[in-house]
């Protein structure tokens, strides 16, 4: 018998080398059928297993010794002459536009220091830049994160170019999406315009319509432009990269006033927000109170600061740090009005006018949000002030009272007012006599009223408080 019929090496070929010892077991018959199936199977998965086991636990292959120096050698390299500078450029000359531009000019923005290898990602990927547009009596806001561009509102007719010529002073080559508010001319003027000049991926606006021939070239323009047409309602999310934004307006599907259609826009950049709220009024305001999330650091000021807009209740539940108006220079409206000025006031807003300093860009790293210009004095259709003073290429460092300037609410001091004798928004039930602030879960569906007023006159005339809220 020759050693490889002996039974023991069929056994050492089965556990070692399971190919040959199932050969070996069929060509000899050895066992019966079942019993050499089933040896068979199993061997064949021990066989698989030992292989898989030896190629995973193959040594990492060994750095050959040229090559181990060369790496140390790179190691080595940052503290020669020859590549310290190569580092420094990439890493600072971002850094050094940002520094040197408060227009945010999007061919050079900045970027944290990183490794000097390149890259073709956006700059600046950790800052948003919000620029309101000086289009005068109208709106205009232009939002830069990177290299990503997104633009609301356009201005009157004859603010086109201006508008086009700015976005292109800070680098703007496409739009991500473009925003028309509502079909205003002094919103949506200068539309058609943009979409003849730039790429557009995206263009958003409320189901609201105009007879305007302005509105016609918006439409046409946007037809063209092959553009994604894309309705806005409140609770969309503005499918954009790089720039988280939702529209918590328009929430009803029909208004008597085409302002309560505004698309109101929340832009939320880390722990700092921006609220750019259109020509949205009162009804509107109340509807977005109904379903909060309303607090931002910065808010545009609704149409241009009339006393349709920024009620108190509203005001109160966005609570912003800084505010911004466009608005013309003595323009006929009387805009900005006292009241909403007062408001702003009591509330200790800093408070920005494009009729006073022009142009405003207010820039978010994602926890702090600074302004290029001095907050106004607040007093209402005041001349233009010289508050552009400060250096259009730098940005004011954040802190808690500007010097340039005096704080909006110090001047003058106002006197302190009994909350019962300050006018605010209530929402009334004409039926059972009684008052809700617009935040109440009670709030009456049929006999209901608005009303901006003052505690004291709403009980002189015969209501009573809410026992659920309390006003």
């Known amino acids: ?14 556990i070692f080398f399971a190919p040959v010892g199932i050969f070996l077991m069929w060509k000899q018959q050895r066992f019966a059928k079942v019993p050499r199936v089933i040896l068979a199977v199993l061997f064949v998965f021990v066989f698989l297993v030992e292989v898989a086991v ?39 000359k971002p850094l050094s536009a ?61 603010d086109g170019n201006l508008v086009v010529n700015y976005l292109k002073a800070q680098g703007v080559t496409k739009l991500a999406a473009a925003i028309a508010t509502h079909p205003h001319e002094d919103h949506i003027g200068g539309m058609d315009d943009v979409l003849n000049a730039f790429a557009v991926d995206k263009f ?37 990269p790089g720039i988280t934004g939702t529209f918590l307006a328009p929430v009803s599907s029909s208004y008597d006033d085409l302002n309560n259609h505004s698309a109101v826009l929340k832009i939320t950049h880390g722990s700092t927000s921006f609220l750019l709220t259109g020509d949205a009024e009162n009804i509107s305001e109340n509807e977005m109170l109904r379903n909060g999330n309303l607090q931002s650091t910065l808010l545009k000021v609704g149409h241009h600061r009339s006393d349709s807009s920024t ?76 508050n552009t003073s400060a250096p259009a290429t730098t940005t004011p ?5 500007p010097e340039p300037a005096p704080t909006p609410a110090r001047k003058p001091e106002p006197t302190p007012v009994p909350a019962e004798s300050q006018a605010q928004h209530y929402v009334i039930n004409t039926s059972s006599k009684k008052f809700h602030y617009p935040t109440c879960r009670s709030l009456p569906t049929k006999n209901r009223g608005d009303r901006d ?3 004291d006159e709403l009980i002189n005339a015969g209501y009573s408080p809410c026992k659920i809220c309390n006003p």
Do not use: C
Request: glycine letters at 6%.
């Open 1 to 14: 018998m020759k050693f490889y019929e002996k039974t023991w090496f069929l056994w050492l070929s089965l």
């Open 54 to 92: 030896a190629t995973s636990e193959t040594p990492p292959p060994t750095t050959p010794a040229a090559q181990t120096s060369q790496q140390k050698g790179e190691l080595q390299a940052p503290e020669t002459p020859a590549e310290e500078p190569q580092g420094q450029a990439q890493a600072e």
């Open 98 to 158: 940002q520094a040197t531009s408060a227009k945010g000019d999007a061919s050079a923005p900045a970027v944290a220091p990183v490794a000097a290898e390149p890259t073709n990602s956006p700059v600046a990927s950790g800052t948003l830049k919000v620029h309101f547009i000086d289009v005068g009596q109208a709106d205009s806001i232009l939002i830069q994160s990177g290299e990503t561009a997104v633009l609301v509102d356009a201005g009157n007719n004859g």
């Open 204 to 240: 958003y606006m409320p189901n609201a319509t105009h007879t305007s021939q302005t509105f016609e070239d918006m439409i046409n323009a946007a037809n063209a432009s092959g553009a994604k047409k894309i309705q806005v309602k409140a609770g969309l999310v503005m499918d954009v």
């Open 311 to 386: 009620t108190a209740a509203f005001l109160k539940a966005v609570s912003p740090k800084f505010a911004v108006i466009s608005v013309g220079q003595e323009n006929t409206y009387g805009h900005p009005t006292d009241a909403v000025l007062s408001r702003l006031v009591n509330a200790g807003v800093q408070v920005y006018r494009t009729d006073q300093a022009g142009t405003i860009i207010a820039t978010s790293d994602g926890t702090t949000i600074t302004m290029d210009k001095v907050a106004s004095e607040v007093k209402a259709n005041a001349p233009p002030a010289n």
């Open 397 to 401: 460092k954040p802190s808690p009272a």
């Open 453 to 455: 007023t003052t505690r």
